[in-house]
Each structure stands twice: as C-alpha cells, then as structure tokens.
C-alpha cells in the first residue's frame, strides 16, 4: 500500500530501491501502470513476488525505460520471469543476478535477454556459479556445469557491447578465458577476482593488456589472484604507460589554445591479497609508468614496504584513495611519503600496519583537509589520545588498538563509523567478517 501511494504521488520516478522489501506482484502491477519513467530497479532479495508480477511489464507500460535491473538473490524466478523481463524491458542496459545459485540456462535462453535486449551491456553474475552454457550461446547445452573457458568465448563473442564484466569467483577462469574477455572492444570495468585457480594468470593479464578490451579498461581488479605476480604488473605498466605521455601532451595542447588527446587511462587498480608482488613491480615497473592512477588497493600485500607507497606518492599525484591495509612493514616513513607527495589524498586505510606510531598522525595532520577518510583499526603503534586528534578534522574516522591478528585472521572490512560535522550525521557503513577468501 505505501509504495502504491508513493508511485501514484511520484509519476515522474526515477529511481526506486525496494531490495530486502515484502513486495508482491500487486506492487510491481502498480510501477508497471504508474511509473512511465522509471529507470533505476533494485528488487534485490524480495522473495515475495513470483513471474506473474513480471508478466504486468508485457501489458503495461511503466518499465519501457528501464535501464537497470537488481535481481541479486531473488532465486524464485523461473524461466518465464527472464522470458516477460526480456519483452517487457527492451531499454535495459544493465542486469544484476548476483547470488542466483538456481538459476539455469533455460531462464536465460528462453528468456532471450541477449537476443531482445539489444541495449545490455552490463551483465553481473556474481556468486551466480551454476549458470550454465547456453546463457551465453545458444547451441552450448553441456548440463549444470560452472562456466568454464567455452562459455566466456560465447559470451565475449556475441556480447562486444559489454562495458562492465564482474566475473568475480569463477573458479573455472583460466588465461583461455581471460584471452576472449580480452577481445571485448568497449571493456571499461573488469573484476576477475577471486579467480585464482588459473594456472598462470600472469599469461592471462599478458593476453589482457594486448588485447582490445585494454583500449578504454579504467578500473581493473584482480584482488586474492595469488598467480598475479610482478610479470603481471610490469604488462600492466607497458600498456598503460603511453598513458603519461598522452597527458604530458594534452597539458601542452591545452595551453596552446588546442584541442586534447583522449588516452588510455587506467583510474582503479586492485591488487588485495596480490601476495606475490613485490616492491619492484610496484616502484620500476607500475608507478613510473601508470601515472594517472587515482584508486589503489594494495591491502595484504605482505612483502609491500615503505618503498612501494613512495613511488604512488612520487609518481602518481593524483592519488585519491589508497588502501594498505594489513602491510606489515608499513612504518611511519610510507605515511610520511604520502602526506609529502599526495596533495589529492582523501581516503587512507592503514589498519593493521602495525609498525606506525603517533608520529605518522602528526604527518597526517597537515593533509586534513583534503584527507577525509582515514581507517586505523589494528594500529596498536598508534596512541588513542594521537588518533582522536584526527577525528574532528575528518568526515569518517575508524581506529582501535586491537590486535591485527584477531582481525587479520580473517579479512575484515572495518566499520566507518558516524561523526557529526557541521550538524549532520553521516550514514554508518556496515562491515562484513569473511573467511580469508573474502572479497573487498
């Protein structure tokens, strides 16, 4: 009843996010007839509504405009929902269908996503690993397998439009799979994470950073990959090091009055859980090279040192977030490297370097702002009385002298909790306590 009230007062809605709700079909009835522009959907893990709630889309006309749809963990659906979705939504650009461990290929196939929604090009399929063959090709019908290289080669064949690729915990990725990911043209968001049963994904990422998907790639993240090694960061750093050039020019062309190059600009790097590299991958082979990087994570990367974090302080000045968390022999010298070199910083997480001390929260003092998000859980170096002087010069702020190796055990994202600036209450992000084969 109150989303059919609000849906009826707001017939100009755009966006609306109804995941973990009790919605039946007589609600999703109720946005097929009233909202004619809607774009944004999230019914994430409402187990209430069945297909028939879909089959409204085939006679109304409230989801024509819908461009993404979260369908994560709804496992209810069957083949005739992905078949009224596929008629009912012919704008849809984006797909979430995360956490769907009984979805087959018939709901796909039937369905005819693929073939119906000409506009998809973000697919997500995260967790999703009984999904099989024929999602992605139609004459592959090999039984409840998990993807395997076959499929990635149907999909990235006849999927080139794809601009985002979450094919995180894949357990049956190899390099083969990574080469055809590799051909897609438009690629600009990739996470093969958790796929670390390739047999050498260093030849993988090779097959990546020469293929066409490395074009227009921002944002690549291959955290608790244990294959990556510096082979893999130093093709990472020949493919994206025309990318500082391009910029040095377009600097050049600017000033003279002329138009600017567009270039390729890797922005996202992450290397969580990446044991293998080393600080000669990061410092001779990435960081002279990948300049424009804003967003690395380089979190339980054990063997990093303070040389690492100067060179991303040296090399890439337009550092944003960094993320160090659980690098053990971080000491006080990396934060001060950044707060010298790093006058863009504004997210910082250093939970469980135990080796800092209060002198690095007087480094960190000075870039306050722009420094807006520090994480210092597991810092038992760090006093509570030297950590408290940051908090009222932050928007979030997160220290504990916990011992790393009740945390660290155990991958845990720390909780940010809320600080009131100038009167208002920032939103509290949960954390999440996972085996050592969590994501980040």
């Not at 051909?183 to 796929?195: E, R, T």
């Not at 002279?288 to 060179?311: F, G, P, Q």
């Amino acid at each position: 009843m109150l989303v059919q009230k609000i849906v009826e007062g707001c017939p100009c809605l755009l966006y609306l996010n109804l995941s973990y709700t009790l919605v039946t079909n007589k609600t999703l009835r109720e946005l097929s007839r009233s909202c004619l522009s809607l774009q944004y959907l999230s019914l994430a893990y409402c187990y209430k509504f069945t297909d028939k709630g879909f089959l409204y889309l085939t006679t109304g006309k409230g989801w024509r405009n819908l461009i993404h749809l979260d369908l994560s963990g709804c496992t209810q659906m069957t083949v005739n929902g992905f078949r009224y979705i596929a008629d009912g939504c012919p704008a849809l650009k984006e797909i979430v269908i995360n956490d769907m461990p009984t979805l087959s290929d018939s709901c796909i196939l039937v369905s005819a996503l693929l073939a119906k929604c000409h506009c998809l090009s973000a697919i997500s399929l995260g967790n999703s690993a009984p999904v099989i063959f024929s999602f992605f090709h139609c004459m592959c019908s090999l039984g409840n397998n998990q993807l395997t290289d076959v499929s990635w080669k149907a999909l990235c064949s006849s999927s080139q439009g794809l601009r985002r690729l979450h094919a995180a915990e894949c357990p049956r990725m190899t390099d083969v799979g990574l080469r055809s990911v590799a051909s897609l043209k438009n690629l600009q968001y990739l996470d093969i994470s958790f796929c670390s049963r390739c047999v050498s994904f260093d030849v993988g990422i090779l097959y990546l950073t020469e293929g066409s998907s490395a074009s227009k790639l921002k944002e690549l993240n291959v955290s608790h990959c244990s294959h990556i090694t510096d082979t893999s960061v130093m093709s990472i750093a020949q493919r994206y090091r025309v990318s500082f050039h391009i910029h040095t020019l377009q600097s050049k062309l600017h000033l003279l009055g002329m138009a600017t190059l567009e270039g390729i600009r890797l922005k996202k790097l992450v290397l969580a859980e990446c044991v293998c590299v080393t600080d000669a991958g990061i410092e001779q082979k990435l960081c002279k090279n990948v300049r424009d990087l804003e967003h690395v994570d380089v979190s339980h990367c054990a063997a990093l040192t303070d040389a690492a974090v100067r060179s991303f302080a040296f090399y890439c000045r337009g550092l944003v977030t960094l993320r160090m968390s659980d690098c053990p022999k971080m000491t006080d010298m990396a934060v001060q490297y950044l707060t010298s070199g790093s006058q863009y910083l504004r997210e910082l997480d250093v939970s469980g370097c135990i080796l800092l001390t209060d002198r690095s929260v007087r480094h960190l003092e000075r870039i306050c702002p722009p420094l807006c998000s520090i994480m210092m859980a597991c810092c038992i170096g760090i006093s509570r009385a030297a950590a408290l002087k940051l908090q009222s010069r932050v928007a979030y702020w997160e220290h504990s002298n916990d011992d790393p190796t009740c945390w660290f055990g155990q991958i845990v994202h720390p909780v940010i909790k809320p600080i009131r600036t100038n009167d208002t209450l920032e939103i509290t992000e949960q954390h999440s306590v996972m085996t050592t084969t969590a994501s980040t």
